[in-house]
């Protein structure tokens, strides 16, 4: 695999333009050879066998020049000068002179180091502004542990712990490690802040103060007696002004716990605390660890790419100027930092000590997760079922034909009752179906959907295993149905009304499988998928992430699916079945929960629009909330005109969801997508676009506006002779799940815009334990 390509897979998705532009350089590169090439090849200069170059050093805000040691005939083969400025914040800006501009063609290179310049002043400056922020967070970590551990101490051995604290006042009830970088070659490297992952007391005695020296990174790890600045030892006493955070429980928060301004709770010192604070702690230290290994792996990529387009132009311009620049580009920060690889050996080591108990390759396996691997049975099976349930689909349709049941009136009111039975099956296999592609086009454009879902890294289904469950599903549910209408259809068994709970029994298999708490099937997937869909019922108790009402607008997508499953209720609960055709309609009660089920899920989506809306303050919040409240007046009024018919009704129905049909349609291309933008460099779109063609973005709106209206068919009710009976409705349904996914492509691709452009590339772990500002002292 050529570089260039390697470079672009391995970038982080939300990062890469803070990346080098390699392809960019690369195409200045040509520009050079192509200019070579016409005006014939260049007299070969003198290689020298020692090249050096001058950059300008710095002393305070007064830049001074300074010379490398070099002897007099490199002079004339010199082929660049590198000087830096000292800007604020104690950052380096590096600016390259090409010494042979006036030769031939020389202009196409200044262009080609001034961009190189631009290239690494942007990446070194992001590298150093990440190293800050981990730093920070690692100092954050830090005082996490001080209260973990005394709240182990407090919770796991409360005698021994209160024996010591009164007896030593609180004081030396552990040894306490501190983290300092020294580079015995480079005596100018920065310092970095102190930061101490505090051991956990071991029968809460003073331990013995140790030196260590990490051999491959020069981390030099001292006790408490080392330096006056570095941490001193986790005291009891931390407890008094620490709180529980309120985060930690977010899943479970009530109105009342939103109103309440306080950040915090009293600590309880019980063990179901401190097991809360141990596994929420544990998700900040693979957060960070995670953090810390792609910043790791940024500058090495970073430093590797400027190596080979620095060789790329000594080949194509025959000039000697890769080992000047590369030491340049070695002494920068990104070059010459070793903070993240100290911090990575420091997490390593307390994260195995504190919570895989010492056992080294079971902590490794939880800061570094194994990458899912493609499997080919995956793709074999996908193949399989997808044949099996065209075949099955097939024969369904070549049964019906042959029995002649719709030509029979009886059979026929039977086939209509059972229909509602089996299309909710056939609206969540078509869902299935659409959104395997959707992850199919997500991964093909690069959109992070793992990360801006939230799922655990390595856990997440791509496109081939929702396609084969989408296959498997309906290959089972078509076999189902076959063998209920065979066995109900054959004249020696007409009378054999048990088949009637084969549709009843296929749902208790399918929730079966989704709840079922053994490793099978993607055991983590369904979990997420019953979290989430419990954190929509119990909306606005439950803080709302994207997933949650990702969730939730595709519930709205599945009114008819709803429906059809409320059937089951009647279809079974009121006995239907033992007469063999739906008077369902007849039922008050049923009536009641027609209206209730069509609005259950934009309510939902008004409630989470409520709580987000308590939580974050924003006014986009109320205007969402009232385009669903407009979307809920328009389907109660349509619901109400399909039960109740008249003229009164049906106006009503067609102006309310005019109405809601433009608000929500104005929302899906300026909100959701981002689209249509003021001064836009892609006319009437934004000015990132992932997808080349634009052509794609304005036959998506075009098509939103479409699949939008469609809805309009059911309140005008145009006569439409090939479809008969709910067929309309149907057909209506399955539009909206089409532009139902077409949505979900676009608004994640918006989403992954937005995080590109903010680099944001983590998901933010609450930390369980919150220092009262008021009694606690700032450490020095």
């Not at 063609?693 to 469609?710: G, K, P």
Request: proline share 2%.
């Amino acid at each position: 695999m050529k570089f260039g390509k390697d470079f672009k897979k391995q970038m982080v998705p939300e990062w890469i333009e803070a990346y080098m532009d390699y392809n960019g350089l690369k195409k200045i590169l040509q520009d050079i050879h192509h200019s070579r090439q016409s005006k014939g090849p260049p007299t070969p200069s003198k290689v020298s066998q020692q090249q050096s170059v001058l950059y300008t050093g710095f002393s305070g805000l007064n830049p001074r020049p300074r010379s490398v040691h070099q002897n007099k005939g490199d002079i004339e083969d010199q082929v660049i000068d590198v000087s830096t400025t000292q800007q604020e914040g104690s950052t380096k800006l590096y600016n390259t002179k090409f010494l042979k501009s006036s030769e031939e063609g020389g202009d196409t290179e200044v262009t080609f180091f001034n961009k190189l310049d631009y290239e690494l002043n942007k990446v070194n400056k992001f590298y150093k502004d990440k190293v800050e922020e981990v730093i920070k967070e690692a100092t954050e970590l830090n005082k996490q542990m001080d209260a973990l551990i005394a709240l182990r101490i407090r919770v796991e051995k409360p005698d021994i712990a209160q024996n010591n604290f009164l007896g030593r006042g609180g004081r030396d009830l552990g040894n306490s490690v501190a983290l300092e970088v020294t580079s015995p070659s480079r005596e100018k490297t920065p310092e970095v802040k102190p930061v101490d992952l505090t051991p956990e007391v071991d029968n809460a005695t003073a331990s013995s103060q140790e030196n260590a020296i990490s051999r491959e990174d020069n981390v030099v790890v001292r006790g408490k007696e080392a330096d006056s600045g570095i941490h001193h030892a986790t005291e009891l006493e931390v407890l008094d002004r620490v709180k529980m955070s309120n985060a930690i429980e977010n899943s479970i928060l009530t109105i009342r716990g939103i109103l309440n301004d306080s950040k915090g709770k009293e600590l309880s010192f019980n063990k179901e605390e401190l097991r809360k604070a141990e596994e929420r702690l544990k998700l900040a230290f693979i957060e960070f660890y995670r953090k810390l290994r792609l910043l790791k792996q940024y500058s090495f990529i970073n430093l590797l790419a400027f190596s080979k387009i620095m060789k790329k132009y000594e080949k194509i311009a025959s000039r000697n100027a890769s080992k000047s620049y590369m030491k340049i580009v070695d002494s920068s920060f990104l070059g010459s930092s070793e903070k993240v690889a100290c911090l990575l050996d420091r997490v390593e080591d307390a994260f195995i000590k504190y919570f895989s108990k010492f056992d080294r390759r079971e902590g490794m396996k939880l800061l570094r997760p194994k990458f899912k691997k493609e499997k080919h049975r995956v793709t074999f099976f996908s193949g399989f079922f997808f044949g099996c349930a065209i075949s099955l689909l097939v024969a369904a349709i070549l049964l019906v034909e042959a029995k002649k049941v719709l030509d029979k009136e009886q059979q026929a009111i039977y086939m209509n009752s059972i229909y509602p039975l089996y299309s909710f099956y056939a609206y969540i296999v078509l869902h299935m179906l659409f959104y395997s592609a959707s992850i199919y086009f997500w991964r093909r454009y690069k959109v992070n959907y793992a990360f801006i879902f939230g799922f655990k890294q390595g856990t997440e289904l791509g496109y081939r295993e929702v396609f084969l469950l989408s296959t498997g599903l309906a290959v089972l549910v078509l076999s189902t149905f076959l063998i209920h209408l065979h066995i109900k259809m054959d004249s020696r068994t007409h009378q054999y009304d048990s088949v009637d709970w084969i549709p009843l029994g296929l749902v208790c298999v399918i929730l079966l499988i989704t709840i079922c708490p053994f490793n099978i099937m993607y055991r983590s997937s369904r979990f997420f998928l019953t979290r989430c869909f419990f954190h929509c019922i119990c909306a606005p108790l439950c803080t709302v992430t994207l997933a949650d009402f990702f969730l939730a607008d595709h519930l709205t997508s599945q009114v008819q699916a709803l429906r059809s499953f409320e059937f089951y209720t009647c279809f079974y609960g009121w006995g239907r079945h033992i007469k063999g055709e739906s008077k369902c309609h007849e039922l008050d009660v049923y009536n009641v929960f027609y209206f209730i089920v069509a609005i259950v899920p934009y309510w939902i989506r008004f409630l989470q629009c409520v709580r987000r809306l308590c939580e974050e303050k924003e006014s986009v919040h109320a205007i969402n909330g009232f385009r669903y409240f407009l979307t809920i007046v328009a389907v109660a009024i349509r619901t109400a005109f399909d039960l109740k018919k008249g003229t009164t009704w049906k106006v009503l129905a067609f102006v309310s969801s005019i109405i809601a049909i433009m608000f929500n349609t104005y929302w899906d291309i300026f909100v959701d997508w981002g689209l249509i933008q003021k001064n836009s460099k892609n006319f009437l779109l934004r000015d990132k676009l992932l997808v080349s063609h634009r052509s794609v973005y304005f036959t998506a709106m075009v098509l939103d506006m479409i699949l939008r209206f469609a809805w309009l068919q059911l309140v005008l009710k145009f006569n439409v002779s090939a479809l008969r009976g709910d067929a309309i409705t149907s057909l209506c349904s399955c539009l909206e799940i089409l532009r139902r996914n077409i949505w979900s492509f676009f608004r994640l691709e918006n989403e992954h815009v937005n995080n590109v452009g903010k680099y944001r590339a983590f998901k933010s772990v609450p930390l369980p334990f919150y220092y009262d500002d008021e009694n606690c002292e700032k450490d020095d």
